[in-house]
């Protein structure tokens, strides 16, 4: 301030021009800038540098105390992985294991196909391969499989009962009750006597030589089929198509539910048509002792004699 008194007075007595008065102002105003400048960077490194001195040895301590951490984790996980693999029994070869007869079998499997065929057996025969555990529990065979197929020869009397996340399910020849459940893979069941559970999420289900009733429940599924000697039914999917083949006669009421397809009956005769309305057919053969009910949203019904 006092410098800029100075300036002024040298112009006041004409000692200096005007222009001169103005250069040298502004000289005195650019000194001042530096100044200040300087004292904030001298303030910035007394407050903030002992901060950014550190900050390597900071991160350093962080990332190791994280990586730690994780080796920490990691062990829990092997150690827990370790002790999964105790509690099962492995079996990197196929191999045929033999068990007593069973009145009935359950089947778990993660990802692997199962096959079962019923015949003139005393004696279950299994055989399976990797990651696999199978045991008695009493009148039952329990097997439970993470990644292989799994083959299964059985007495022709047995209930079984099977579950599966992804694979294909095969059964023949088997006199008894069966429930399964599938989030992926086809059910093909052919000669059964006996009662039919079955919910899917994706796959096809057809079932040949039938005695007995089914309850069905698809997602999305393909649905056939064909008795010997119908019994009470339920049939549902959400989207595709079912069809079902009675004998020539038959003591059958079916009602068929088609939200968004057609409904074909073909070879039926001798039928009583009970109520016909959009999307809804009612219809009675024989003596209709038994219910079949078939109902999908998204596809067609056909029901056909042989």
Do not use: W
């Amino acid at each position: 301030m006092e410098e800029k008194m100075r300036i002024l007075n040298l112009l006041k007595e004409g000692k200096i021009t005007t222009d001169e008065a103005a250069r040298l102002l502004d000289a005195v105003d650019q000194k001042v800038e530096n100044k200040e400048h300087r004292e904030h960077q001298i303030r910035f490194k007394k407050h903030f540098m002992p901060g950014l001195e550190v900050m390597p040895e900071t991160i350093t301590k962080a990332m190791a105390t994280a990586m730690a951490k994780l080796q920490e984790n990691m062990s829990k996980l092997k150690e827990q992985e370790k002790k999964m693999r105790e509690n099962i029994v492995i079996k990197m070869e196929c191999e045929n294991k033999k068990y007593p007869a069973k009145s009935s079998a359950a089947i778990r499997t993660v990802s692997g196909d199962i096959e079962i065929e019923g015949g003139d057996n005393h004696e279950i025969t299994l055989e399976c391969s990797g990651l696999q555990k199978s045991e008695e529990r009493g009148e039952e065979l329990v097997c439970t499989s993470v990644s292989d197929d799994i083959e299964m020869k059985t007495p022709e009397k047995i209930n079984l009962s099977i579950s599966t996340v992804s694979g294909d399910i095969d059964i023949k020849n088997i006199t008894g009750n069966i429930d399964c459940e599938s989030v992926s893979g086809d059910l093909e069941l052919n000669e059964i006597n006996g009662k039919i559970t079955f919910k899917s999420a994706s796959g096809d289900i057809e079932v040949n030589e039938l005695k007995g009733g089914v309850e069905i429940k698809g997602a999305s599924s393909d649905i056939k089929i064909n008795y010997l000697e119908p019994d009470d039914s339920k049939i549902e999917t959400k989207s595709g198509d079912i069809s079902i083949t009675l004998p020539k006669i038959s003591d059958v009421l079916l009602e068929l539910h088609c939200e968004n397809g057609d409904i074909n009956l073909n070879g039926l005769i001798n039928y009583e048509e009970l109520e016909n309305k959009e999307g809804y057919l009612k219809i009675g053969l024989g003596k209709q002792d038994k219910i079949v009910s078939l109902r999908t949203k998204s596809g067609d019904i056909e029901v056909a004699t042989e």
